[in-house]
């Protein structure tokens, strides 16, 4: 019982120091594209996307043309997961 | 260098296990024999030399590769430092020789294809990790990282394994989750993903405003290098995993994870003093490392509390922060590499033939398997740090460090030396209840492992050797990736241009 | 001050709370999945602008490209997030087809049974 309590404890601190930690770290809510120290890079993007890229859409041209190679990244984790699942469920005996 | 080598470096393994399954199918179909590990050999070798290119390169400069075109901050960058040249060096050469050594070790098992191309999500994901110049881009690669190894703990499908890779998956993920949380505070704070743009604005930060995301870095690799509070998962990983796979986990993972302590805490966010925080976690890691292999009845289980063990000394290094402990560190974390990926080779070949790794149950196999045994033999002393072998020469570093260090440096020097004894200690004993003393009689037949088995471990041994004869080779090869952590300007320019 | 962060932060403790009291493997991975999404919820919040648009350039905007970059939304958030719930359905899949080896052949989903099982 002891034990259950000190873990619930753990989990109420870290959430409260995170609590706290978003509002004195971050910029307030609303407030893009001004981060505290510098222009953000996603206002650089409104601005040059639509004559740089020619799509409309500024998130698909982010996702297909500034970060590419991100979406690459997360086309490998799927295929990373789709044969860690094949393998775990594949047939063939088990051997202990 | 070979044009393009940075992306090609990342793209071969991961095109490699795309294809696996193909070529699988192609085998069974037509009856190639051992076309999945001829594919698998021509990948590794060419990622090898694709890698050893990049080397010179970076060693003296920063390698800057812009993806599509887009020039950073708005695109991800790919910056390759000498630090990164040197993890990668370690990861591919860990890589390519548990490939050799796979070859025969897992011809005995089912679906063998989704090992090899989780293999290489893996090796591809520490590659991935290590060039990135964008800390997205370092957490996308990172969960490809962490998912192949989830999988592959879980590839036997025995009880130990589906147990540890479960509990390794919740664990690591949540490990993963504070790193992104992390990557939120610093898009939130200064707009940019890409690291060396951080870097220019991090001075104009309050650094009580940097201790959270701070804190949640390192909590998530903490995680991943089994630093001790979070500890718990690695030996059962170890255990559970196919020995091929726990060797790449203690050479290749282990030293992504202390690259990255090493990128985010000091060149990300400049933090030298969370230096004495890291040596005391150092200590700790490395005192309950050793005291916990002393106990240990499994094999295995002993040689992955000496990795955490070994971990502490390189934390230590790190944590020192002076040219000498970095270098030393640094020097470690390689010679670590070689070492505890040899040892696992040859336990891995101990199972391959008696089919246990349970100390209580072997003994007496010096007559049966001299090679094996004479080189687990090089590999304890070597991590045992007894001369001249490569250990001595990087945890004389360490200790030389902390002298230099003086005031409660000594303390660590005088820690460091015992837990040295301490690893001796526990070596021996594994060395003597394995290879020495009586001889059960069904042991009588066995053999040692095939060469193609013996030959990766030889090429470890003498590395071994070399490295410890000739310690200079090895301060040659850290040398510019310490003075790389140093230089945070250079890489600000290398990445940013002028 | 506003209540999205809040929201987010609290997410994440809700799936702190359920990791470390929970035994039973479902709810661990339900409970990572909610700390993910309120990551996935902060970041978005980050790149909110008060009054913004989403970051399309609908035919009001065609001619008024200015007006639009000063208007929109922050679009890089917005991918982070697509590619991050991607990797925490990767996660999410393995994690369940070990929950369903785990079932089928040992019988429990209680990660303390089963690692009483091992003994």
Redesign the interface.
């Known amino acids: 019982m002891n034990r259950?309590f000190l873990?619930?404890l753990?989990?109420?601190a870290?959430?409260?120091l995170?609590?706290v930690a978003?509002?004195a770290v971050?910029?307030?809510?609303?407030?893009?594209?001004q981060s505290r120290e510098n222009t953000?890079?996603?206002?650089r993007?409104?601005?040059e996307?639509?004559?740089q890229t020619g799509a409309?859409?500024?998130?698909t041209?982010?996702?297909w043309g500034y970060?590419g190679y991100?979406?690459f990244?997360?086309a490998t984790?799927?295929f990373?997961?789709?044969v860690?699942?094949l393998m775990?469920?594949r047939a063939g005996g088990?051997r202990e | 260098m070979i044009p393009h080598a940075p992306i090609l470096a990342v793209f071969l393994p991961l095109l490699a296990a795309f294809v696996l399954p193909l070529v699988s199918l192609l085998e069974r179909r037509y009856k190639i024999p051992l076309a999945k590990e001829w594919v698998s050999a021509i990948f590794v070798i060419a990622e090898v030399m694709v890698v050893f290119s990049v080397f010179p390169d970076a060693k003296s400069s920063v390698v800057a590769y812009q993806l599509g075109g887009w020039a950073p901050p708005l695109g991800i960058v790919l910056a390759i430092d000498a630090l990164s040249a040197l993890a990668a060096l370690i990861i591919v050469t860990v890589g390519a020789l548990v490939f050799i050594y796979s070859f025969i070790y897992m011809r005995r098992e089912s679906g063998v294809e989704h090992y090899y191309a989780l293999l290489f999500l893996l090796l591809g994901g520490c590659v991935g990790v290590v060039f990135t110049g964008d800390i997205?881009n370092f957490?996308?690669f990172f969960?490809i990282m962490s998912?192949a190894s989830?999988?592959l703990v879980?590839f036997r499908?025995h009880?130990?394994g589906?147990?540890a890779?479960?509990?390794y998956?919740?664990v690591g993920?949540?490990g993963t989750?504070f790193i992104?949380?992390g990557i939120?505070f610093l898009?939130?704070r200064f707009g940019t993903?890409t690291m060396a743009n951080i870097m220019e604005l991090m001075g104009q930060v309050a650094a009580r405003d940097l201790v959270i995301p701070l804190t949640c870095f390192l909590v998530g690799i903490g995680i991943k290098v089994a630093m001790v509070p979070f500890h718990f998962w690695l030996p059962d990983a170890y255990q559970g995993a196919p020995s091929p796979v726990s060797a790449f986990f203690s050479g290749a993972t282990a030293t992504v994870g202390v690259y990255a302590i090493a990128r985010i805490v000091y060149v990300l966010f400049g933090a030298a003093s969370v230096g004495s925080l890291l040596v005391v976690l150092g200590l700790i890691t490395m005192v309950v490392g050793a005291l916990m292999a002393l106990v240990q009845r499994d094999l295995k289980r002993l040689l992955a509390y000496s990795g955490i063990s070994q971990m502490g000394y390189v934390l230590v290094g790190l944590g020192l922060g002076t040219a000498l402990g970095i270098q030393g560190a640094l020097f470690h974390i390689f010679n670590n590499a070689v070492y505890k990926t040899l040892l696992f080779m040859l336990v891995g070949a101990v199972i391959w033939r008696v089919g246990t790794s349970r100390m209580d149950e072997l003994g007496g196999l010096w007559k049966n398997m001299p090679i094996t045994a004479f080189m687990f033999l090089l590999g304890s002393l070597a991590i045992a740090g007894i001369p001249p072998l490569n250990g001595f020469a990087s945890k004389w570093m360490i200790y030389l460090a902390g002298i230099e260090y003086g005031g409660w440096g000594y303390v660590v020097t005088a820690i460091a030396l015992i837990v040295s004894a301490l690893t001796l200690a526990y070596f021996l004993k594994a060395l003597s209840s394995v290879f020495l003393g009586q001889r059960p009689s069904h042991l009588a037949n066995v053999k040692e492992p095939p060469a193609a088995m013996l030959l990766p471990a030889m090429v470890l041994a003498v590395l071994c050797v070399v490295f410890g004869v000739l310690p200079q080779l090895g301060v040659d090869l850290v040398e510019p990736a310490q003075r790389a952590i140093s230089d945070l300007n250079g890489y600000i320019v290398g990445v940013m241009g002028g | 001050?506003?209540i999205?962060?809040?929201v987010?932060?609290?997410l994440?403790?809700?799936g702190?709370?359920c990791?470390?009291?929970k035994r039973n493997?479902i709810k661990?991975?339900i409970g990572?999945s909610v700390?993910?999404d309120g990551?996935h919820l902060?970041?978005i919040?980050?790149?909110?602008?008060?009054g913004?648009i989403p970051?399309?350039?609908?035919s009001a905007y065609m001619d008024n490209?200015?007006g639009?970059?000063a208007r929109?939304?922050?679009?890089?958030?917005?991918?982070?997030v697509?590619?991050?719930i991607?990797?925490s359905?990767?996660?999410l899949?393995?994690?369940l087809?070990?929950?369903?080896?785990?079932y089928r052949?040992?019988g429990t989903l209680d990660?303390r049974k089963?690692?009483r099982?091992?003994e």
């Open positions: 259950e873990r619930l753990t989990a109420v870290v959430g409260l995170l609590l978003v509002y971050l910029p307030s809510f609303g407030e893009f594209p953000a890079v996603g206002q993007i409104l601005e996307a639509p004559s409309t859409n500024v998130v041209s982010v996702v970060r991100d979406t990244g997360e984790v799927l990373t997961a789709v860690g699942v775990v469920l088990r | 997205f957490y996308v969960e998912i989830y999988a879980a499908r009880l130990w589906i147990e890779a479960i509990k998956l919740i993920s949540l989750s992104l949380l939120v898009y939130g993903l | 001050m506003s999205n962060y809040a987010a932060m609290m994440v403790g809700l702190l709370y990791l470390v009291v493997l661990l991975v990572l700390i993910t990551i902060l970041l919040s980050i790149g909110y602008r008060s913004g970051p399309i350039v609908t490209l200015e639009f970059a929109a939304v922050d679009p890089v958030p917005q991918a982070l697509l590619t991050s991607v990797i359905v990767c996660v899949a393995l994690a087809s070990l929950a369903i080896y785990a052949h040992y990660v089963l690692r099982l091992r």
